[in-house]
Nanobody, 123 residues
């Protein structure tokens, strides 16, 4: 089992920045690709970004490309999501997820999920 705990969400004005963190425990963190997903009210959970086990490969959704950066620190068992130039449409609960294989854009491809952290962007 892998336990994931997100933090760093909050209320921010449009154009602002937030950095989300996801702390992992339970298994060897570097064995897992990590992803960030988000879910807005009334919408399905959607892919935001993912990073490979070594951190050498990253993919981003078109809606966030150029505004967010995913990174990981395997020594700290933590993955980060730096979000800049935030827009009201970025408002959602953000989830981190772990996958015991390579990075994937698919929600159903991930084995473990955190409880989520709320990000609210005001206009």
């Amino acid at each position: 089992q892998v336990q994931l705990v997100e933090s760093g969400g909050g209320l921010v004005q449009a154009g602002g920045s937030l950095r989300l963190s996801c702390a992992a425990s339970g298994r060897t963190f570097s064995n897992y690709a990590m992803g960030w997903f988000r879910q807005a009210p009334g919408k399905e959970r959607e892919f935001v970004t993912t990073i490979s086990r070594s951190g050498g490969t990253r993919y981003y959704a078109e809606s966030v490309k150029g505004r967010v950066t995913i990174s990981r620190d395997n020594a700290k068992n933590t993955v980060y999501l730096q979000m800049n130039s935030l827009k009201p449409e970025d408002t959602a609960v953000y989830y981190c997820a772990a996958r015991g294989s390579g990075p994937s854009l698919g929600v159903r491809d991930y084995d473990y999920w955190g409880q989520g952290t709320q990000v609210t962007v005001s206009s």
